[in-house]
């Protein structure tokens, strides 16, 4: 196991809903990363906070954002869900920027009816 | 154009042989990590082994070996002595650039690996 902690682990929504993501970071890393992995691709890189700061935004609408807090843990929130939000989402933690190791939570499995 | 290319949808291997699963990539930063990542049913992302640009020598973790031709731009990552555990999805990813930007990850579309008796 990694450290890396994600909850809930399933969720389900109703399009226009919003949702909020939580991840604890591995103990140390001071770098989290967010990822979408539509069923059947690879994961695609939704943006990463560094110190509490957006560190890099990848392909996706304002309505993707997310939060770091002191203690690093991390929040991805989503407002109005379209059902292509439907995903597992994954959390990466790292040590500093660049980093040669992302350690990735179990996701959230996220559907949107 | 893709930067991660994974050509293998599906993969078979028995018991105990060695596999190899190709990866080619595709970047201009002379400065770039590429990872390999398994993914079992359960969905938690398992790295696996890491090779960096500028590494002269193959990277090396237990059973997993990174076969890295630069010129060629392909990292092919090799199992030797598959178990049935090793059944799963694999992933090649890439990072690009150092010094500050984010460590973003690319990942290719991924191998389903099948180990069977």
């Known amino acids: 196991e990694t450290g890396v902690t994600q909850s809930p682990t399933h969720l389900i929504k109703t399009r226009g809903q919003q949702v909020t993501l939580r991840c604890s970071s591995q103990?140390?890393?001071?770098?989290v990363s967010w990822y979408q992995q539509a069923l059947g691709q690879g994961p695609q890189f939704i943006f990463q906070?560094?110190?509490?700061?957006?560190?890099g935004r990848g392909n996706f609408p304002p309505r993707f954002s997310g939060l770091q807090f002191p203690n690093y843990s991390s929040e991805l929130n989503v407002n109005a869900l379209e059902l292509d939000d439907s995903a597992l989402y994954l959390c990466?933690?790292?040590?500093?920027?660049?980093?040669?190791?992302?350690?990735f939570g179990p996701g959230t499995r996220l559907t949107v009816l | 154009a893709q930067k991660i290319t994974q050509t293998q949808p599906g993969m078979f291997v028995q018991e105990k042989e060695a596999v190899t699963l190709d990866c080619t990539y595709d970047?201009?930063?002379?400065?770039?990590?590429l990872f390999w990542y398994k993914q079992p049913s359960s969905g938690e992302m398992i790295f696996l082994i890491y090779?960096?640009?500028?590494?002269?020598q193959n990277a090396t973790e237990g059973r997993y070996s990174l076969n890295f031709q630069k010129a060629r731009k392909s990292a092919n990552l090799v199992i030797s002595a598959s178990q049935l555990g090793d059944s799963a999805m694999y992933f090649c990813?890439?990072?690009?650039?150092?010094?500050?930007?984010?460590?973003?990850?690319?990942f290719g579309t991924g191998t389903r690996l099948q180990v069977t008796l």
């Open positions: 090779q960096g640009s500028y590494d002269q």
């Open positions: 990813a890439m990072r690009e650039g150092g010094g500050g930007t984010a460590s973003k990850l690319t």
């Open positions: 970047t201009s930063d002379p400065s770039y990590g």
């Open positions: 103990s140390g890393h001071n770098t």
């Open positions: 906070y560094y110190r509490e700061e957006e560190n």
């Open positions: 990466a933690s790292s040590l500093g920027v660049p980093s040669y190791e992302q350690f």
